[in-house]
């Protein structure tokens, strides 16, 4: 058994197009920014033309090297922010965390029944079959399988309960008013892109046993 505790979350070729790409590209903006505003500052149908005016009204040489820097800058924010939206998963011989955001979900080994993947979905289920987490991984399956299979958590290929989840529609007999109040709640929390929030509703679907899931625009929901 590895006794390490392993840190997942982008590969790492994904890694360096963040770290290395994203900052270039800011800095190939900011180089051209200064002639682009001369240009955009004498067509009024543009859009944003206060700072196009600004930026071409400053001709001194600094300002090139000024907007460079926060191109730059702005690459770099751009990555952190990607690194804090997504699936971070550390594994240990005993326990297993996951961090997205501000969230941060811990499962003692012990409650873990088994663990498996769907369509792009990390999914962990519990020892009487409903999920304790769900959420959308950024590194390979192949990885984030040997990582577990070394420290002896039991990975399944395959999805054992794609024919067990049912779209959901307001009012469904076979949900308590509290499940169907939630998943009407996630539902327009994923309409407004608010993601921190579909997530802590799923968290508290997933205490009442009840497995959610979106496909497109639509949720899915299955019952344990």
Aim: glycine residues 6%; negative net charge.
């Amino acid at each position: 058994m590895n006794h390490t505790t392993v840190h997942l979350n982008f590969s790492k070729a994904d890694k360096l197009f963040l770290w290395l790409m994203l900052p270039l590209i800011g800095l190939v903006i900011g180089y051209f920014l200064p002639p682009i505003s001369e240009w955009a500052s004498k067509l009024e149908w543009i859009p944003f033309q206060g700072p196009f005016k600004l930026v071409a009204s400053l001709n001194a040489g600094w300002v090139i090297f000024a907007t460079m820097a926060f191109g730059l800058l702005a690459g770099i924010i751009l990555t952190v922010l990607i690194y804090d939206e997504i699936l971070n998963i550390y594994i240990s011989e005993d326990t297993l965390v996951f961090k997205i955001g501000k969230v941060e979900m811990n499962y003692a080994k012990d409650d873990i029944s088994y663990i498996y993947i769907d369509h792009k979905d990390l999914v962990v289920i519990g020892h009487e079959g409903h999920e304790i987490f769900r959420y959308k991984k950024e590194i390979s399956t192949k990885i984030l399988k040997e990582e577990l299979g070394e420290r002896d958590y039991l990975f399944k290929d395959g999805n054992p309960y794609k024919e067990q989840f049912k779209k959901w529609v307001p009012g469904l007999t076979d949900l308590s008013l509290e499940a169907n109040a939630l998943l009407k709640a996630r539902e327009m929390m994923l309409k407004n892109d608010n993601s921190e929030e579909a997530l802590q509703i799923a968290i508290e679907l997933w205490k009442l046993h009840v497995s959610v899931k979106e496909i497109e625009t639509k949720q899915y929901y299955r019952v344990a």
